[in-house]
Nanobody
Framework: QVQLVESGGGLVQPGGSQRLSCAAS????????MGWYRQAPGKQRELVAT???????NYADSVKGRFTISRDNAKNTVYLQMNSLKPEDTAVYYC???????????WGQGTQVTVSS
């Protein structure tokens, strides 16, 4: 199993920036995909961005050009740099780890991001 610990959420003003981090620990094989999802009140959880172990990225259209996902494989950590934040980005952000070969998924506990003046 893989455990995920997220950090970096909080309150930020519209137009501001924030960086989320997610550190993975446990039985980590090299072929994996890490990513960020978010869930706003009353809405379903949605994909924000993913990055695989060779650095290929995928973004939701709503965050393209504003958010950047990256990872440090030596530290088993994934980051989400969020710029030009909007009130509609307010949500609980969840880190996700997918082991491609062993076919299991782990989720972090979630971190609240609130964009408000």
């Amino acid at each position: 199993q893989v455990q995920l610990v997220e950090s970096g959420g909080g309150l930020v003003q519209p137009g501001g920036s924030q960086r989320l981090s997610c550190a993975a620990s446990g039985s980590i094989f090299s072929l994996n995909v890490m990513g960020w999802y978010r869930q706003a009140p009353g809405k379903q959880r949605e994909l924000v961005a993913t990055i695989n172990s060779i650095g290929t990225t995928n973004y939701a259209d709503s965050v393209k050009g504003r958010f950047t996902i990256s990872r440090d494989n030596a530290k088993n950590t994934v980051y989400l740099q969020m710029n030009s934040l909007k009130p509609e980005d307010t949500a609980v952000y969840y880190c996700r780890f997918e082991d491609v070969l062993r076919k299991f998924v782990s989720w972090g506990q979630g971190t609240q991001v609130t964009v408000s003046s």
